[in-house]
């Protein structure tokens, strides 16, 4: 995919949703002010980390980075900077793909005990070193098989450990990392990610799932974002044959929970297999 390609699948999106709302007027207009925020959105969300990696590069270019520590703290924040926006370039592909119904799924057989114990941990020593406080638990009475795409889990929980971090005003984060098999189903699981930040008011509790919405606080406070990220998990979630949900108290924090059923007849050609 290019990124014209990609745009234009973004604005066949758009078209197919006019398209869709004949209801009025009113939530016409919404759409297209959603959409010209996104566009905004996406512009400022580039242009912000793009900026940043110019800046640097010029500086070495003009010998500012003087000392091998200098250098080594220009490196790490273009590197940071290039991956920010090849993350956010990620989103947009693979909302449109997903908007367009042309994803292409993997799913594969993981055990859930190691892979979970992967994401946490990797995730553990990621925010720990940015002073985060980060607890988990794999709570199964024995590991087990599933088939679920693995790259896009890992997704999943990326992008609701992002929001935790973006929507969180108190000095340290606290997250809580959590693993359940959902009773009475054989082969599904519950994750479970919960936060100490600013919360959703319940008002808006249900809207934080839909497609370009994003918090009053999100917009005012300039946090990053683009009202996809949400949007795609619902959509990944809902592949794997499960739902996601959010429980939150505003002030104290917030809880996302969603499941995922074992996605093996798709691996298996549609037969059951002897786990
Ligand atoms: P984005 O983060 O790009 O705005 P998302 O789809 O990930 O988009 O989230 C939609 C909105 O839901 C956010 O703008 C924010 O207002 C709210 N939100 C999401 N996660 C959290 C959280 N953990 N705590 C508080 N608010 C959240």
């Given at each position: 995919d290019t990124v014209p390609t990609?745009?234009?699948?973004?604005?066949?999106?758009?078209?197919?949703?006019?398209?869709?709302?004949?209801?009025g007027q009113a939530v016409k207009e919404k759409y297209e002010q959603n959409r010209k925020e996104l566009i905004a959105g996406i512009s400022h969300d580039l242009k912000t980390p793009i900026t940043s990696i110019l800046g640097y590069i010029e500086g070495i270019?003009?010998?500012?980075?003087n000392t091998e520590e200098k250098m080594q703290?220009?490196?790490d924040i273009?590197?940071?900077?290039?991956?920010?926006?090849?993350?956010?370039?990620?989103?947009?592909?693979l909302f449109s793909k997903l908007d367009i119904n042309q994803m292409d799924y993997n799913f594969e057989?993981?055990?859930?005990?190691?892979?979970?114990?992967?994401?946490?941990?990797?995730?553990?020593?990621?925010?720990?070193?940015?002073?985060?406080k980060v607890v988990y638990d794999i709570d199964l009475e024995e590991d087990f098989v599933m088939a679920i795409d693995?790259?896009?889990?890992?997704?999943?929980?990326?992008?609701?450990?992002g929001n935790a971090v973006k929507y969180n005003d108190k000095p340290n984060l606290n997250l809580r990392l959590q693993v359940k098999a959902i009773e009475g189903k054989e082969h599904g699981i519950m994750v479970s990610v919960s936060d100490n930040g600013i919360g959703i008011d319940e008002a808006h509790i249900h809207q934080v799932f839909d497609v370009f919405y994003r918090g009053d606080d999100s917009r005012s406070k300039d946090v990053g974002g683009t009202g996809l990220g949400l949007s795609i998990s619902r959509q990944l979630v809902e592949a794997h044959g499960g739902t996601i949900w959010a429980e939150s108290t505003p002030g104290t924090g917030t809880t996302i929970h969603f499941t995922?059923?074992?996605?093996?007849?798709?691996?298996n050609h549609g037969e059951d297999i002897n786990y």
């Open positions: 990609m745009i234009s699948g973004l604005f066949h999106s758009f078209n197919k949703m006019s398209v869709q709302l004949k209801e270019n003009e010998g500012v980075a703290t220009y490196m273009i590197y940071k900077n290039a991956q920010y926006t090849n993350q956010l370039i990620d989103d947009l592909f057989l993981i055990s859930v005990k190691d892979y979970f114990l992967d994401i946490f941990v990797e995730k553990k020593i990621d925010l720990e070193e940015q002073g985060a693995s790259k896009l889990v890992h997704r999943i929980v990326s992008n609701l450990i995922l059923l074992d996605q093996h007849k798709e691996v």
